[in-house]
């Protein structure tokens, strides 16, 4: 019995350490293909949890054979600029913006972020790089990978597609045993 209770109390302690481990801020992201070679990254902040101090974010363009970054929309309120990548030192592009008015307010998502640019035939848009920083003193608070956005259109959840398939092979069984002739997929 104690060895269960200590073993509980060490479970328990993992869950919270890895809880508090989360990140409070993140950056989300679509893609969209606009014809041809050029793509358009669309950014959101959410800023939310135990709240992040940050006035400036970063995100990284590391993917081989992308040129002309270009800044489509800001939000009212940041300065955004974009570094174009050097593929002869080689080093990557990235885009930057740094909020004018202090540190960025809780909450989210803050959206209103694009980047255009051009890309090789056969580019896959995916996760990128991030940085989130405190510019006085010039600090890096949080790193990370951005998020895919979460699709307006709400996806059935997995518990209910198991329940789905588990109704269906009932309802298949139910016919055989009443000699329902099912054919088997070929």
Do not use: C
């Not at 890895?18 to 959410?46: H, I, K, P």
């Amino acid at each position: 019995m104690k060895a269960l209770k200590l073993g509980l109390r060490a479970t328990v302690a993992a869950l919270l350490l890895a809880a508090g481990s989360a990140q409070a801020a993140l950056v989300e992201y679509s893609a969209t293909w606009l014809g041809g070679q050029t793509w358009r990254y669309d950014y959101q902040l959410v800023n939310s949890g135990p709240v992040v101090a940050f006035d400036e974010f970063t995100v990284y363009f590391d993917a081989p054979g992308l040129s002309n970054l270009s800044v489509s929309a800001s939000p009212a309120g940041w300065s955004s600029l974009v570094v174009q990548p050097d593929p002869q030192i080689p080093d990557v592009g990235y885009f930057d913006a740094l909020h004018l008015a202090g540190l960025v307010p809780a909450g989210g998502p803050l959206t209103g972020f694009s980047v255009m640019f051009t890309a090789l035939q056969g580019f896959v848009p995916g996760s990128q790089r991030y940085e989130l920083v405190l510019s006085d003193p010039f600090t890096t608070v949080q790193t990370g990978m951005t998020e895919a956005a979460v699709s307006a259109v709400p996806l059935p959840a997995p518990a209910l597609l198991l329940l789905a398939g588990l109704g269906l092979g009932a309802a298949v069984r139910r016919r055989r045993a009443q000699g329902f002739d099912v054919k088997e997929p070929a």
